[in-house]
């Protein structure tokens, strides 16, 4: 799927400032110069060619009464398809991503306790016979925003 000029200037526009209201999309229409209708059918278009993968709040987990980890996985390269399905089930993971490492499946984990995070990744592990999951709570968060300009 091709981009076009008003798809990225939907992309930037929700990307940090997604409009706090009944009806944002029409909140962003109205500020673009669209129709309520246009911008919901450019955003599901994007959202079914994968070019927005979900729409949704950030919160500091800490700040709401949670924790949060980083996980790495030593994945079997035969075993890297299940095992992401697998971890993907969880409703506290946020990212999940392979990297060229040997220690090849990195994810984000949130939970109300650290304890509930241990005990998913032993049924993960149970669930996938992927035993080398390390577990790497943060010591000090360093907090960058992440956007992009399309």
Not at 62 to 88: H, M, W, Y
Not at 94 to 113: G, K, L, V
Not at 126 to 146: C, H, Q, R, S
Request: net charge neutral; proline share 4%.
């Amino acid at each position: 799927m091709k981009l076009d000029d008003t798809d990225r200037l939907i992309l930037n526009r929700i990307q940090s400032r997604f409009p706090i209201t009944a009806r944002p999309y029409r909140a962003i229409a109205e500020e673009i110069g669209l129709t309520e209708d246009e911008v919901i059918e450019r955003i599901s278009r994007m959202k079914k060619n994968d070019i927005i993968r979900r729409i949704g709040g950030n919160f500091v987990p800490e700040k709401v009464g949670f924790v949060s980890t980083l996980c790495a996985a030593r994945v079997p390269q035969e075993k890297i398809d299940q095992f992401a399905e697998t971890v993907n089930r969880y409703r506290g993971v946020t990212h999940n991503y392979q990297r060229d490492h040997d220690f090849n499946i990195w994810f984000t984990f949130i939970a109300p306790s650290m304890e509930e995070i241990e005990a998913n990744l032993k049924q993960i592990s149970e669930d996938t016979g992927v035993t080398e999951i390390l577990n790497l709570p943060a010591t000090k968060v360093f907090k960058i925003k992440a956007k992009f300009e399309v």
